[in-house]
């Protein structure tokens, strides 16, 4: 990104017209997106006439695929064109270019790239603090058990088991139907007291 960084300060005080790059597709994320907000933002501002956010890659010399954004951007503002791979060839084709099929949309590009509304200048709503978090996260499924690996182990006969484990529910869980997910909850818990 510091090649990025320079040739859109090159391009937004005149010293050329336009500029184009190949990156990441990471470009897009939030921490390392914050350097083309920055410059579609500040003053003198510019714009990307063209992107392409996720496109596959991959190198005949050494056969590494990776995932590549293309981008370019000239000092005004400008509409740009926003294409998007919507269909790739499996790696066994005779071309070196895996997408088969692409779309093109024609608006105001974001630091995201996408066109539309801009999700990325959204703030948090003052109204809404303290109002809910984002729970509990098991951040993998190691802790989390099936109905059925519930019932063996004796959810629902065993005192000491129902205190460690609880269901798991998300939105989706209300919504529509159940996983039958449990948690194992032993935060707390010193080991030789635990008996599960």
């Known amino acids: 990104m510091w090649w990025w960084n320079h040739s859109a300060d090159l391009t937004r005080n005149g010293s ?14 939030t921490f390392v997106r914050r350097v083309v907000e920055e410059k579609l933002k500040s003053q003198p501002s510019i714009s990307l006439i063209f992107a ?6 991959v190198d005949s010399t050494d056969g590494a695929a990776v995932r590549i954004a293309m981008t370019a951007g000239q000092h005004d503002k400008s509409l740009g064109k926003l294409m998007s791979v919507i269909q790739e060839f499996s790696d066994s084709n ?4 895996l997408v088969s ?31 809910c978090s984002v729970g ?32 798991d529910l998300n939105g989706r869980d209300f919504v529509q139907s159940s996983r039958g997910i449990y948690v194992r909850d032993i935060f707390g818990v010193a080991l030789d007291k635990l008996k599960l």
């Open 16 to 29: 050329v017209k336009r500029f184009g790059m190949i990156t990441t597709n990471t470009i897009k994320q």
């Open 52 to 57: 392409i956010p996720d496109h596959p890659w």
């Open 94 to 97: 005779e071309t070196e270019d």
């Open 101 to 131: 099929h692409t779309i093109t949309e024609i608006g105001a590009i974001n630091s995201d790239l996408s066109i539309g509304t801009d999700l990325t200048s959204t703030k948090s709503l003052n109204s809404n603090k303290y109002l």
């Open 136 to 167: 509990m996260k098991t951040i993998g499924s190691a802790f989390q058990v099936s109905r059925d690996n519930a019932i063996e182990l004796g959810l629902g006969k065993d005192e000491n088991l129902n205190n460690y484990l609880h269901p």
